[in-house]
């Protein structure tokens, strides 16, 4: 290992853990014991949010931007961390900082062996080797820590390029570049907040540098680009109106669009696509990228809901259409679709409404041999309608019954409604999910299973405003559409994303604008994104009172 190497992992290492209060007890949450959010709205309240560190998706996009190339070291990187389903940075293990090293010293080298001279944009026989490497250190550096470095900062990183130096220019570059990829300042989303008298536990505004940020990881999940930079520079996103305006301007970007897909894979499940397999003599159709191209399909389905104009939750709950490709549309025995490309196409409304009955999305609630009621039923209920079951006792094995010919998958689970231990969850599960029976494990349509006629009758219950009889997935798309809970659902799982975290009382006035912002704009899923953006949880911090502790 290099002086430089063995300087860089120091500094990964130094940042990782999380923010403790002075004695290492654990943050307050509401419904302990301790101070809680002070009634009324008229004051931001927001709860304490601990320091995470950029997730393998957003550091491969945030490199790949910074860079200029295709940067995927992350594919390899230890397991992020999950709250509400939705991936976070939590805490670095010493493995996962061995690992930043390592791809810190890789993309320094890829980028200087490919792209130096655009990197460097200077000249260096007029200005001087040292002058050009400290407009390269301001430059990169500020792009890369989503902010102006601090002067201590650029000459921190001045002294890595004279080790780097000592054997040439390049080698300088290269180290400036892996020091830069290597300081908890890219590794973190590391917000301030602008007032130097704000005590801990005080709720402040998050400076301009810290929402561009925040804005840019959720609505693109990468870094900003320059034009926010420049905003939060001239103070514009401290404005509600600049902060919708960059919000705007972001979402015509083609940039959102990887941002919606990345919501909709964490959301859906969709990794699970990635490889997917199929019992080959049931599904003979179910080749080694199907699931790949699965997952397009459905991406592209949500994110026409969210960035077409006009998308709204009953475009995204009822649309009749799908994105198939030539491979695709044969499995699927869709006529008049050639090529690799997705195409948009018209489905039988009695068979296909929304969401739900996306090939995509059937497939990941489904087992390798057969459909998954218990699953589907699942999903509906965790992430359409944001209620949270217990797992099962650790004392009963969960195994799906095996496909017996002349036995419906809705006879061979049975036994979950007749087990007294099971009833209780199964209930609220299987009803919905034997309403799904008409789609296999790879999401197409059948009226038999296993020679026996489908029956797709199926019932909602111990909700909101959803309760009810239903035959099929269309008719239950019909019914959640018109629930206000799945409507509220959607905005707290985009709330959720967005934030991170799961929400508290503390963000009980946030949720609350965020609701009555959706409701206003007719259920508008490009308004709610807009929303989400304006929230005081959003552009607000609680000030800690810890330090980083390992």
Not at 60 to 82: I, N, Q, S, V, Y
């Amino acid at each position: 290992m290099t002086r430089a190497h063995a300087w860089l992992a120091v500094l990964v290492l130094g940042c990782q853990g999380s923010v403790l209060p002075p004695g290492g007890e654990r943050p307050f949450r509401p419904g302990e014991d301790g101070p809680g959010p002070a009634a009324g709205c008229d004051l931001p309240q927001v709860d304490l949010a601990p320091l995470e560190h950029l997730t393998r998706a957003e550091y491969d996009r945030a490199t790949t931007h910074l860079l200029g190339f295709e940067a995927r070291a992350a594919r390899d990187f230890a397991a992020d961390d999950d709250t509400s389903g939705y991936e976070v940075g939590a805490r670095v293990s010493p493995l996962l900082a061995e690992q930043y090293v390592d791809a810190a010293e890789s993309l320094a080298e890829q980028l200087v062996a490919t792209r130096f001279d655009a990197l460097l944009d200077c000249d260096v026989a007029a200005m001087g080797e040292d002058a050009c490497a400290r407009q390269l250190i301001s430059r990169f550096g500020m792009r890369a820590f989503r902010r102006p470095l601090e002067a201590d900062e650029a000459e921190r990183l001045f002294a890595l390029y004279q080790v780097g130096r000592a054997y040439d220019f390049r080698t300088g570059i290269q180290v400036v570049i892996q020091g830069v990829l290597s300081a908890p300042s890219f590794l973190y989303h590391v917000e301030s907040a602008p007032d130097p008298a704000a005590r801990p536990g005080d709720t402040v505004a998050l400076d301009d540098f810290a929402v561009a940020s925040r804005l840019s990881f959720f609505l693109w999940g990468s870094i900003p680009d320059d034009t926010l930079l420049e905003a939060a520079g001239a103070g514009e996103l401290s404005e509600p109106a600049g902060l919708e305006a960059q919000a705007r301007r972001m979402l015509e970007d083609e940039r959102a669009i990887a941002g919606v897909r990345d919501f909709a894979r964490q959301w859906l499940h969709l990794d699970v696509l990635e490889g997917a397999r199929r019992d080959a003599e049931r599904y003979p159709d179910f080749e080694a990228d199907t699931g790949h191209r699965l997952r397009a399909s459905v991406e592209r389905y949500v994110e026409d809901a969210f960035l077409t104009e006009g998308g709204d939750v009953d475009t995204l709950l009822l649309g009749t259409h799908a994105y198939v490709d030539g491979p695709l549309a044969r499995s699927y025995g869709i006529d008049g679709v050639e090529g690799d490309d997705l195409q948009r196409v018209e489905l039988d409304p009695s068979q296909r409404a929304g969401l739900l009955t996306q090939p995509g999305l059937l497939t990941v609630l489904s087992k390798p041999n057969q459909s998954d009621p218990i699953h589907r039923g699942l999903f509906v209920r965790t992430r359409l309608l944001c209620q949270q079951l217990p797992p099962p006792p650790d004392d009963i094995a969960v195994v799906a019954p095996d496909p017996a010919p002349g036995l419906s998958t809705r006879e061979r689970f049975a036994e979950h409604s007749q087990n007294e231990r099971c009833r209780g969850c199964h209930q609220l599960m299987d009803p919905i999910g034997f309403g799904f029976e008409h789609y296999d494990a790879m999401g197409r349509w059948r009226e038999l299973d296993e020679g026996a006629t489908v029956d797709a009758t199926g019932e909602v219950l111990a909700t909101v405003d959803a309760d009810g009889a239903f035959y099929g997935v269309p008719e239950l798309a019909g019914l959640l559409a018109g629930s206000q809970q799945v409507r509220e659902c959607v905005a707290m799982q985009l709330f959720r994303y967005a934030m991170g975290r799961t929400e508290t009382e503390w963000d009980l006035c946030s949720v609350q604008r965020l609701q009555e912002d959706f409701h206003a704009s007719g259920y508008d899923l490009r308004a709610l994104m807009i929303a989400v953006v304006q929230s005081d949880a959003f552009r607000h911090q609680q000030v800690p009172s810890g330090v980083i502790r390992d």
